[in-house]
């Protein structure tokens, strides 16, 4: 290779690392405002004196946000622009961040919270989109994981953004004023989102698609170099034209393995207990005996290992491969949700074993569940409707995280942490057979490969 080709390849992988990080900055939003609610619920209980149903309530009203925008971001994605609609979310995102923070209400405070997290919705749908439809076949499993690292840090972020403004003042400053802190913070990541968003092109498959090749070909060459830029732009033309383009071709037979494998590993990512521990984990640690400071420290270790443990899916997806990790990942979990539900049954004592459990189930759901899903569903659907389809498979991935936010605090209460960890323990035993069973390899293959490996099946 010559020096001017080698240069060439190195200015190429710095606009797609440039692009996929700005893209995945949705992703860090979409973990800072899930996950702020982890800090300020206990204050928000207390202030509002909210049963534990309504509690429920006010930690899920920004997941019902979300459910609705994953609903319509894909239609107006595959309308007006994966980048158009990636600026709207982080407008919604600021303006919950303001709202949020202001209340006097509860009812005030769920519209807010709603408003954000149709932001949270679109982006959790388009992000991991954009990214895969700009990225090359070689590094898309690793770029769209960038993604899920954002959210992970989003999540880490916050916690320790909690923590230090519950430590400003006393706990009726907290029950009174802390919380809004918390809330209100989020406008810097968002206006930081929109800012780069303008730095950022349009998806060239969505350039493609409405009849924009130049546009295209210029991005594809710009990330692909200028022979398999092209080469690739041919793919995406030759398989528009072979599709209709309708939802409805979705459920057809062609394409009923991929929507199937697509709305189970989305359902089952959040219920297998993940959202349960990032959102209501100082309740639950409280409940073993930690203090209120000492339960958010632990929130913050949880989102360490978070964090380190996306690093290894990261490293691993592009080599080991999706389903292998999902494999390992997978055993993981079920080993330590049966150990967590185990602690909880015979009531130890010792919160250290409880922590070491969750830990584990951490490191294992980073390490796959976590980024692998979101890799799978960007991969697997046509070109033409591919918003549709992800729009379809996130918001089945929000009525999960809705049912496991709302009942959550219900099931601790009825059923105890011993039956409420074993029903997430079932749920991944499932997942595990059938990944086993039905999730095929997709790593080093293009979007067109995949898509006419379907066709062909």
Not at 19 to 33: K, R, W
Not at 205 to 212: A, D, E, F, I, Q
């Amino acid at each position: 290779m010559s020096s001017k080709e080698e240069s060439t390849m190195k200015a190429n992988m710095k606009y797609v690392y440039l692009v996929t990080t700005v893209a995945a900055l949705g992703g860090l939003l979409f973990g800072y405002d899930t996950a702020v609610i982890a800090g300020a619920i206990g204050f928000l209980q207390s202030k509002f004196e909210l049963s534990s149903a309504m509690t429920g309530w006010a930690a899920s009203s920004a997941i019902w946000g979300c459910l609705f925008g994953a609903m319509f971001a894909g239609y107006a994605s595959d309308k007006l622009g994966r980048k158009k609609v990636l600026l709207a979310t982080a407008i919604l995102f600021s303006l919950s961040a303001i709202g949020s923070a202001l209340p006097n209400n509860l009812t005030q405070f769920v519209t807010a919270r709603f408003i954000g997290g149709l932001g949270v919705g679109a982006a959790s749908m388009l992000s991991p989109l954009y990214i895969s439809e700009i990225a090359p076949a070689k590094l898309r499993g690793m770029l769209v994981s960038l993604y899920q690292l954002a959210i992970v840090l989003g999540i880490n972020f916050v916690y320790f953004v909690n923590l230090k403004i519950a430590n400003v003042g006393t706990e009726a400053w907290n029950i009174e004023m802390g919380w809004r802190y918390m809330l209100g913070s989020e406008i810097i990541p968002a206006l930081l989102f929109f800012i780069l968003l303008f730095l950022v092109p349009e998806s060239p498959r969505w350039l493609t698609l409405n009849g924009k090749e130049d546009e295209a070909a210029t991005i594809l060459e710009k990330v692909n170099g200028k022979e398999e830029g092209r080469q690739i732009l041919n793919e995406i033309k030759e398989t528009i034209r072979a599709e209709k383009g309708t939802l409805k071709e979705l459920f057809a037979t062609k394409f009923r393995r991929a929507l199937i494998i697509g709305l189970v590993l989305a359902l089952f990512s959040q219920i297998t207990g993940i959202n349960a521990i990032i959102y209501y984990a100082p309740e639950i640690f409280r409940d073993i005996g930690f203090g209120t400071d000492s339960a958010l420290q632990q929130t913050v270790i949880i989102g360490f290992v978070n964090t380190i443990f996306t690093f290894v899916a990261i490293y691993f997806i592009d080599r080991m491969g999706r389903r292998t990790l999902l494999l390992l990942g997978l055993s993981g979990m079920i080993i330590c949700l049966l150990g967590t539900g185990l602690v909880f049954y015979f009531g130890h004592s010792s919160s250290l074993w409880t922590l070491i459990f969750i830990l584990g189930f951490i490191a294992s759901f980073a390490s796959s569940l976590g980024p692998i899903p979101w890799v799978i569903m960007s991969e697997i659907f046509p070109t033409k409707i591919r918003g549709l389809a992800m729009s379809f498979a996130t918001m089945t991935l929000w009525l999960g995280v809705v049912a496991i936010t709302q009942f959550t605090p219900i099931m601790l209460e009825n059923l105890g942490g011993a039956f409420t960890f074993w029903i997430f323990m079932a749920n991944a035993v499932f997942l595990l057979i059938f990944v086993y069973k039905s999730v095929p390899e997709t790593k080093g293959r293009t979007l067109e490969e995949i898509e006419k490996s379907w066709k062909d099946k």
